[in-house]
């Protein structure tokens, strides 16, 4: 893997699609599963490896590729949400001249669906559970990369737990 690496960083189309067919799969699924929609997935997916292929020169090897591909996976779905939350705060002010927005609630999943029930998640507990629970990283991890402090990720999880808990019937 280390020379396709390096040949992909010389500029070779070949090698990058080879770490592309090598990573997609995992890539898609992370994103699936903080975005909790396959079409934005599909299109966080590309933008990753767009990115990936711009910014391979800084990869140095220092921790695993899947792990420098996934901070990338994730810091774009982070990026695209808060991108996201600021159109959708500026449509909302032209739109009712300011007025609160009411977290809207989505009915509950099947018993038993557990990725429909993390789909369904608020996007802040989503994020915390899946970075948390299924990707492996520890909360400092998680507050830096989500912007949020520890205190904050802690209490999403506990959240996220608590709502997958009652989804599921459990």
């Known amino acids: 893997m280390h020379e396709t690496i390096q040949r992909a960083q010389a500029g070779d189309a070949t090698a990058f699609r080879a770490l592309y067919d090598a990573h997609v799969g995992r890539v898609y699924a992370l994103c699936l599963r903080l975005a909790g929609d396959r079409q934005q997935a599909e299109e966080h997916v590309q933008d990753v490896f767009v990115r990936a292929w711009e910014r391979l020169g800084s990869f140095r090897g220092e921790s695993a590729f899947s792990t420098w591909l996934h901070r990338l996976a994730v810091n774009e779905v982070l990026q695209a949400r808060r991108a996201a939350g600021r159109r959708g705060a ?59 402090a520890v205190g904050t990720s802690k209490a999403q999880l506990f959240r996220a737990r608590r709502l997958l808990r009652e989804a599921l019937g459990r």
Do not use: K
């Open 90 to 148: 500026r449509v909302e002010l032209a739109e009712d001249g300011g007025a609160s927005r009411e977290a809207g609630h989505r009915p509950p999943p099947p018993a038993g669906d557990l990725p429909q029930a993390i789909a369904r998640l608020p996007e802040g507990a989503r994020t915390v559970f899946v970075l948390h629970d299924v990707e492996g990283y520890q909360h400092d991890e998680i507050a830096q990369m989500t912007g949020i």
